[in-house]
Nanobody, 119 residues
Framework: QVQLVESGGGLVQAGGSLRLSCAAS????????MGWFRQAPGKERELVAT????????YYADSVKGRFTISRDNAKNTVYLQMNSLKPEDTAIYYC????????????WGQGTQVTVSS
């Protein structure tokens, strides 16, 4: 069983930065593609960023490109999301997720961490 635990959320002013972490309790963390998603109140969950197993390939949603950076440390079983130049529209619950079996299908999810950006 894979457990994902996010941390690092909080309240920040517009223009500020936060760094989210997601610690995975799993034997072969490097076997998983990892992703960050977010869901704002009244909106559907959206994909924010993904990172390949070795960390060499990343994807970003257009809304965060140039402001957010996803990274991973396979030795620490942790994936990160560095968020800079935050905007009020980035306010959401952020979830990390792990994909093992099929590209684009995420099999395990964390409980989420709240990010609130004030204007």
């Amino acid at each position: 069983q894979v457990q994902l635990v996010e941390s690092g959320g909080g309240l920040v002013q517009a223009g500020g930065s936060l760094r989210l972490s997601c610690a995975a309790s799993v034997r072969s963390f490097s076997s998983y593609t990892m992703g960050w998603f977010r869901q704002a109140p009244g909106k559907e969950r959206e994909l924010v960023a993904t990172i390949s197993r070795g960390g060499g390939s990343t994807y970003y949603a257009d809304s965060v490109k140039g402001r957010f950076t996803i990274s991973r440390d396979n030795a620490k079983n942790t994936v990160y999301l560095q968020m800079n130049s935050l905007k009020p529209e980035d306010t959401a619950i952020y979830y990390c997720a792990a994909s093992l079996f099929r590209a684009g299908q995420y099999d395990y999810w964390g409980q989420g961490t709240q990010v609130t950006v004030s204007s």
